[in-house]
């Protein structure tokens, strides 16, 4: 056989390694997961994207993020879910590595982030009587890991949106069908209400950018479902992160006059719709009072003003990664075993200022930019969960995280590799001169 045949015949035999396992993952997985445990299936999890792996990386990316919600439903309080995220980083990082990686800015920055959030745990600057938080500690450091593959081999813009859709669709129905409940507010895959609500507000931020830009309106119907369930959740921190992701996906390419009157719609149903459904029966805060609400964000605002001063008093390591909650229970101040419902203020206070920077130089790499299409969808994707950060710690969860990761990488890939826009001002004299 001549050498162009070896070669042929090797391209031939990687397009089908390729594609089995993402046909077969999903079935395979189900099947098991039914009729013989988590345990079987994780192993052949594994081993349909340990093959992926080595021949399509980004494939191995969506498997993921269609796999993690089920996963997430199957075994909602186990380790079967991180154990599966972070073999398929560990995979995806270990085959970046022998194909030779380049020096990049992005991948210096979760390397840097990295190491940061990993100096705070291993050496906090307080002592506490409870040991170090490792498990919080690693789950970040999963999702920084799937943030670094998705930078190395970014998966299509419109696969990503497409996955994250019909994925956080499918959770949402099965909730609502199952109908589990926490006082008045839907509930389910081990998550509460509020990281319940995070999720959906990004799938359905994922199904409007579908619907717009690929101008088909069958995303619609996810929507509907997403968005359903995301009002069972009565979350208000996620009723507005949603309504950020959506101004940012309507409101990108629009002409000024329509932009105004865009965000003047949203604005208004952010501002009238939870009052207007507070006087229907259960209201948009279900089962809770005026005075449980008030009471709540008043614990909160006090979480968040310790938390404050933690990170002015330990601005370079902090006061070490997870240990805000046993701080806060020890503070004279607060009295209360209560984490800060706010992912930035988090890092600030447990890792210090120089982590809470690296992150925010990830995140204004990745959606600070003028972009379009599928891109523009991902943007407003990760909005929405750059606004949830405000009102909730989901970054150490792992199925609210990775759509967000993946997302975010394909972004930071396309900015370091997107040509510089042509010039929009008009032809020079001397240039029409030459024509």
């Not at 390397?111 to 938080?133: H, I, M, N, W, Y």
């Not at 813009?157 to 926490?182: C, D, F, H, K, N």
């Not at 199925?399 to 510089?420: M, Y």
Request: hydrophobic letters at 50%; a positive charge; proline letters at 5%.
């Amino acid at each position: 056989m001549t050498d162009t045949g070896r070669r042929n015949l090797g391209s031939i035999a990687a397009v089908v390694i390729g594609r089995v396992p993402m046909l077969v993952a999903g079935p395979v997985a189900m099947y098991l997961v039914l009729l013989h445990g988590t345990l079987a299936a994780a192993a052949a999890v594994v081993v349909c994207l340990a093959l992926a792996v080595w021949t399509r990386p980004d494939v191995a990316q969506l498997m993921l993020l269609g796999l993690v919600p089920v996963a997430a439903a199957a075994d909602p309080e186990g380790t079967f879910l991180p154990t599966l995220v972070l073999g398929t980083v560990v995979l995806l990082l270990f085959r970046a590595v022998l194909s030779g990686v380049r020096p990049r800015l992005d991948v210096l920055l979760i390397l840097l982030l990295a190491c940061a959030v990993t100096v705070s745990c291993l050496l906090p600057q307080e002592s506490f009587l409870v040991g170090r938080q490792w498990k919080a500690c690693a789950l970040l450091l999963t999702g920084l890991g799937v943030l670094t593959a998705s930078v190395l081999a970014p998966p299509d813009p419109r696969r990503i949106a497409q996955v994250v859709a019909t994925s956080g669709a499918g959770v949402a129905a099965y909730l609502l069908v199952r109908g589990e409940y926490a006082s008045g507010r839907l509930t389910g895959l081990g998550l509460n209400p509020n990281y319940l609500g995070a999720a959906v507000s990004v799938s359905l931020v994922a199904g409007v950018g579908l619907a717009r830009f690929s101008r088909s309106w069958q995303w619609l119907v996810p929507v509907a479902v997403s968005a359903a369930a995301l009002l069972q959740t009565r979350s208000r921190g996620a009723f507005l992160a949603a309504g950020a992701g959506l101004a940012c996906v309507l409101l990108v390419d629009r002409p000024r006059r329509h932009k105004v009157l865009i965000a003047a719609a949203i604005l208004a149903a952010v501002t009238v719709l939870p009052g207007s459904l507070d006087s229907l029966e259960g209201g948009l805060t279900g089962s809770r009072t005026s005075a449980e609400l008030t009471a709540n964000s008043e614990v909160r605002k006090q979480a968040a003003l310790l938390a404050v001063h933690v990170a002015w008093d330990h601005p370079l390591r902090g006061i070490g990664y997870a240990m805000f909650p046993e701080f806060a229970r020890s503070s004279p101040s607060l009295g209360i075993y209560i984490n800060t419902h706010n992912d930035y203020l988090r890092l600030a206070a447990e890792s210090g200022l120089v982590t809470l920077a690296l992150l925010g130089a990830l995140l204004w790499r990745g959606l600070a930019r003028r972009l379009s299409g599928h891109h523009a969808t991902l943007q407003s994707l990760g909005v929405a969960y750059a606004v949830g950060l405000l009102f909730a710690n989901v970054l150490t969860n792992v199925v609210i995280s990775t759509p967000f990761w993946v997302s975010l990488g394909c972004l930071l890939a396309h900015g370091a590799h997107r040509k510089p826009a042509p010039s929009l001002s008009p032809p020079s004299r001397e240039s029409r001169k030459a024509e």
